[in-house]
C-alpha cells in the first residue's frame, strides 16, 4: 500500500501554541519521511525530514516525531507564529536499489495561526 | 541560480485544445516529476523521469504525456485538455542519490479548462 494518510485537514492554533500535524503510512520498505511547507500562489519547499533510524529530529521550532512501529510520523511546530499558516504536506519515498523513489504525499493540513 | 522555472504561470484553454506547460531546472538533477494539486487531493504523481530519455508513468498519467530530451527541460502535454485537468500543477527536480533526496518545486501553472 502506497498511501500516507494526514490529519488533521485543517488547523487553527493560537499564536505561541503547538501545531501537530499526524502522518501514518502502511508500507514499511518507505524510508525517508519528509515535510513540506507550501505558501498560498508558491510552491512546497522542504521544511525538515527524517529517516526511520531515529525517533526525533528537531530543526528550531519545528520536530518531527517518529514511531516505527506504529508507522507514525508527525510534525510538531512550537510558539507557533502567524508567518507559520500555510499548508503543510507529509510524505514518504523509499529506496528502489537505484536510487531513492517518487515520494508520495499526504493530503496536506491549512495551518491557521490566529495572532 | 533561478531553480525550477514552469511557464506559463496561468493558462485558460478550451475543451480540446492542446497545450504545453513548460519545466526547466538549473540544478544539474538527473530526476524531474510533474504532480498536479488539486483541493483535498494534495500532490498526484503525473510523470517522472530518471534522467534524459527516460520517463515512467506516475499515479495519474491519463490525458497528458512527456518527453525528457535534456537534462534541463521535461515538457508536460495536454493533448486534448478536459474539464478534469483543471487544477494547479507543479514540476518539482531533485537528486535522487539516497540521502540527497529534497526535491525543489516551481512556482505552478494554474490551468483553468472551460
Known amino acids: 500500500q502506497q498511501q500516507v494518510k494526514q490529519s488533521p485537514q485543517s488547523l487553527i492554533v493560537q499564536k505561541g501554541g503547538i501545531s501537530i500535524i499526524n502522518c501514518a503510512y502502511e508500507n514499511t520498505a518507505f524510508d525517508y519521511f519528509p515535510w513540506y511547507q507550501q505558501f498560498p500562489g508558491k510552491g512546497p519547499a522542504l521544511l525538515i525530514a527524517?529517516?526511520?533510524?531515529?525517533s526525533e529530529k528537531k530543526e528550531g521550532r519545528f520536530t518531527i516525531s517518529f514511531n516505527k512501529s506504529a508507522k507514525q510520523f508527525s510534525l510538531h511546530i512550537m510558539d507557533s507564529q502567524p508567518g507559520d499558516s500555510a499548508t503543510y504536506f507529509c510524505?514518504?519515498?523509499?529506496?528502489?536499489?537505484?536510487?531513492?523513489?517518487?515520494?508520495?504525499f499526504g493530503k496536506g493540513t491549512k495551518l491557521s495561526v490566529k495572532p | 541560480n533561478a531553480g525550477v522555472t514552469q511557464t506559463p504561470k496561468f493558462q485558460v484553454l478550451k475543451t480540446g485544445q492542446s497545450m504545453t506547460l513548460q519545466c526547466a531546472q538549473d540544478?544539474?538533477?538527473?530526476?524531474m516529476s510533474w504532480y498536479r494539486q488539486d483541493p483535498g487531493m494534495g500532490l498526484r504523481l503525473i510523470h517522472y523521469?530518471?534522467?534524459?530519455?527516460?520517463?515512467d508513468q506516475g499515479e495519474v498519467p491519463n490525458g497528458y504525456n512527456v518527453s525528457r530530451s535534456t537534462t534541463e527541460d521535461f515538457p508536460l502535454r495536454l493533448l486534448s485538455a478536459a474539464p478534469s485537468q483543471t487544477s494547479v500543477y507543479f514540476c518539482?527536480?531533485?537528486?535522487?542519490?539516497?540521502?540527497?533526496?529534497?526535491?525543489?518545486f516551481g512556482q505552478g501553472t494554474r490551468l483553468t479548462v472551460v
Open positions: 510524505a514518504a519515498s523509499m529506496y528502489d536499489g537505484g536510487s531513492q523513489g517518487n515520494l508520495i
Open positions: 527524517i529517516r526511520p533510524d531515529v
Open positions: 540544478m544539474n538533477h538527473e530526476y
Open positions: 518539482a527536480s531533485s537528486s535522487r542519490w539516497k540521502g540527497t533526496t529534497e526535491a525543489f
Open positions: 523521469s530518471v534522467g534524459a530519455g527516460i520517463t
